[in-house]
């Protein structure tokens, strides 16, 4: 499995970005997948979720701001991100998870690096 994401790049704030993870090797729908973040010196955290049913999750400081989707055609994951902040720049990395004969499988995307410029 691998998975490919994009979409970074400089932005003012208050502007917006969208970020794709195109994922080979095996499909979107059904899976959980997510958003994650890692700041420098910081911890990756968690940004936003979409589970199997197509529930979603998103970071406290995020909702409202984001949100995540997929396109099953496409096998690619979104991240629509407006209203950007400062705090908001960071690595964004993709994830997806899932079970597979018994054993989980998790399989991460390189990152894109989004800044948010005051």
């Known amino acids: 499995v691998q998975l490919q994401a994009s979409g970074g790049g400089l932005v003012q704030v208050g502007g917006s970005l969208r970020l794709s993870c195109a994922a080979s090797?095996?499909?979107?729908?059904?899976?959980?997948m997510g958003w994650y973040r890692q700041a420098p010196g910081k911890e990756r955290d968690l940004v936003a979720l979409?589970?199997?049913?197509?529930?979603?999750y998103y970071l406290p400081s995020v909702k409202g701001r984001f949100s995540i989707s997929r396109d099953n055609y496409e096998n690619t994951m979104y991240l629509q991100m407006n209203s950007l902040k400062p705090e908001d720049t960071a690595v964004y990395y993709c994830?997806?998870?899932?079970?597979?004969?018994?054993?989980?499988?998790?399989?991460w995307g390189q990152g894109t690096l989004v800044t948010v410029s005051s």
């Open positions: 090797g095996s499909a979107v729908s059904g899976r959980r």
């Open positions: 994830n997806i998870n899932f079970a597979d004969g018994g054993r989980i499988n998790e399989y």
């Open positions: 979409i589970t199997g049913d197509d529930s979603t």
